[in-house]
Each structure stands twice: as structure tokens, then as C-alpha cells.
């Protein structure tokens, strides 16, 4: 059973506009939520993160949104540039253990 | 600069044969962890370690072994290499304890088995 879940496979956005990814998760003893961007042939990189005490976390273009009532998360990325396509993993952990679950991923198009 | 290298980029084998792939960081980590990306399947955890000579399965580790012998090595062993193995590994570390460590990961091992 997926405890988190990235529904969306791909998505395209124009450049200069926002691009919204998006997570859903099942457990509720997560503690922290981390979003990896990967490109081909290279190994993911940490993107950006959020304590499950927060609500919003903000670096650069980048934001994450938390909510917890509906178990959700989301990306935020504005302006969205090409350098930005890439397949974004979201991603929870918990302090019983060091593992990371990692989801599916959403494979993001940015269009000239 | 944080760093974790595997020892191969591309790797072909045959079926039936033993394969290694190793992975080594530079960051004295305590964690360290084998997964493979598949298309439409994501990151899924093999194997992770957090202390030398310590393993714990992940959860797919059927066909799979590894080794943890010195601090900074993982290795993950195909015992009898199948086609369903065919996929790109990737080996990550992390620092131990509470909070969002994340985890490093190396540029991956696309290993193709024929």
C-alpha cells in the first residue's frame, strides 16, 4: 500500500508561469516531507523540505505547502524555467527510523 | 562538496552471473541505502544500513544481498543475476538521528542483464 502517492505522472507548463506538483500521503506519524528533483541519468537531488509542524516553506522559487488535515502537499515553483523539467520524487520520513518513502514521482515539462 | 560515487555508470551482464555494484561516500555518514528506479514505479528501498556490519531489508530485497564492511562502502550483490533485474540502482547516505537528514544520493548504475 503507497503511503505516498504523486497521482499526477507528468505535467507541462509553460515557462514563466507556476507549476504545481502534488502529493498525497496516508500516514499520519510522518515527521518531515522532502521533495528530490532527478534528471536523467543523474541521481536525485534534495530539493526542498517541511516539518509536519509547518504549513510553508519557501527558498527561492520554490515553495512547499503542507496541509495536514487532508494529508497533502504540495510544489510550488514560480517562474517555472526550463531547467526545471526534470521528475520531481515527494518524499516523508519519520523519527523511528532513517528511511525515506519515496513516491512515484511526477514527471514535470517545461515548455518555451 | 558531499559526495557519493558508484563504481559503475553502465553496466551489462548475463543472467545467471554473480554482479557487485559498489558505492562509497566521503560524508562519514552513518546511513547508507540501495534502491532502484523503475519507470512508473519510482524509488523503491532494497536494503539500508546503518552501521557497519548492520543491515536491514527494505522492501524488495528478494535476489539481493549487500555488505557493509567499512563505514564509508555499500554494496549491493545480485546473487544470480535475472532480467527482471534489469533497472538503474541507486545508492544514497544519510546522517543518523532525528530530522529531515536528507539523503545524498550517486549518479545511479544503469545495469542491463541479458
Known amino acids: 500500500d503507497q503511503q505516498v502517492k504523486q497521482n499526477s505522472p507528468s505535467l507541462s507548463v509553460q515557462e514563466g508561469r507556476i507549476s504545481i506538483l502534488n502529493c498525497d500521503y496516508t500516514?499520519?506519524?510522518?515527521?518531515?516531507f522532502l521533495w528530490y528533483k532527478k534528471y536523467p541519468a543523474e541521481g536525485p537531488t534534495f530539493l526542498i523540505s517541511i516539518s509536519s509542524i509547518k504549513d510553508k516553506n519557501e527558498d527561492g522559487r520554490f515553495t512547499v505547502f503542507l496541509n495536514k488535515s487532508a494529508k497533502h502537499l504540495s510544489l510550488h515553483i514560480v517562474p517555472s524555467q526550463p531547467g526545471d523539467s526534470a521528475v520531481y520524487f515527494c518524499?516523508?520520513?519519520?523519527?523511528?527510523?532513517?528511511?525515506?518513502?519515496f513516491g512515484k514521482g511526477t514527471r514535470l515539462h517545461i515548455l518555451p | 562538496d558531499v559526495k557519493v560515487t558508484q563504481s559503475s555508470r553502465y553496466l551489462v551482464k548475463r543472467t545467471g552471473e554473480k554482479v557487485f555494484l559498489e558505492c562509497v561516500q566521503d560524508?562519514?555518514?552513518?546511513?547508507m541505502f540501495w534502491y532502484r528506479q523503475d519507470p512508473g514505479l519510482g524509488l523503491r528501498l532494497i536494503y539500508f544500513?546503518?552501521?557497519?556490519?548492520?543491515?536491514e531489508k527494505g522492501d524488495i530485497p528478494e535476489g539481493y544481498s549487500v555488505s557493509r564492511e567499512k563505514k564509508e562502502r555499500f554494496s549491493l550483490i545480485l546473487e544470480s543475476a535475472s532480467t527482471n533485474q534489469t533497472s538503474m540502482y541507486l545508492c544514497?547516505?544519510?546522517?543518523?538521528?532525528?530530522?529531515?537528514?536528507?539523503?545524498?544520493f550517486g549518479p545511479g548504475t544503469r545495469l542491463t542483464v541479458t
Open positions: 544500513s546503518y552501521d557497519v556490519k548492520m543491515k
Open positions: 560524508m562519514d555518514h552513518e546511513n
Open positions: 500516514n499520519s506519524m510522518f515527521d518531515y
Open positions: 518524499a516523508a520520513e519519520s523519527y523511528r527510523d532513517d528511511k525515506i518513502i
Open positions: 544514497a547516505s544519510s546522517r543518523v538521528g532525528t530530522g529531515a537528514y536528507e539523503q545524498y
